[in-house]
């Protein structure tokens, strides 16, 4: 098992940055990727947003988000992060930490065992 707890979501104005916090705990040495999900007001899915390579780093974004949030880790930490800059108001939503053992690509929403309760982050324009 893995807990996931999210941290740093808020009310911010267009143009704005913000970074979220994810500290993991549990079977932490199993983990193969972390990431990043959202889900937008009034719809049912979760959108990938970026992810993460536990063990090497590498990093994975969805093309919306590409060039404006970056995903990074401490692996001493267990700790992922997401720094968001240039944030519009699309980019309202409920933002989700993931994290899998699989090594089944990073941006299906059903490859990954272990969420967070999410942090809201609202962009006004």
């Known amino acids: 098992q893995v807990q996931l707890v999210e941290s740093g979501g808020g009310l911010v104005q267009a143009g704005d940055s913000l970074r979220l916090s994810c500290a993991a705990s549990g079977r932490t040495f199993y983990i193969y990727y972390m990431a990043w999900f959202r889900r937008a007001p009034g719809k049912e899915e979760r959108e990938f947003v970026a992810?993460?390579?536990?063990?090497?780093?590498?990093?994975y974004y969805a093309d919306s988000v590409e060039g404006r949030f970056t995903i990074s880790r401490d692996s001493a930490k267990n700790s992922v992060y997401l720094q968001m800059n240039s944030l519009k108001p699309d980019d309202t939503a409920v933002y989700y930490c993931a994290a899998t053992f699989s090594t089944v690509g990073p941006t299906d929403t059903r490859g990954y065992n272990y969420w967070g309760q999410g942090t809201q982050v609202t962009v006004s324009s």
């Open positions: 992810a993460t390579r536990w063990r090497t780093g590498n990093t």
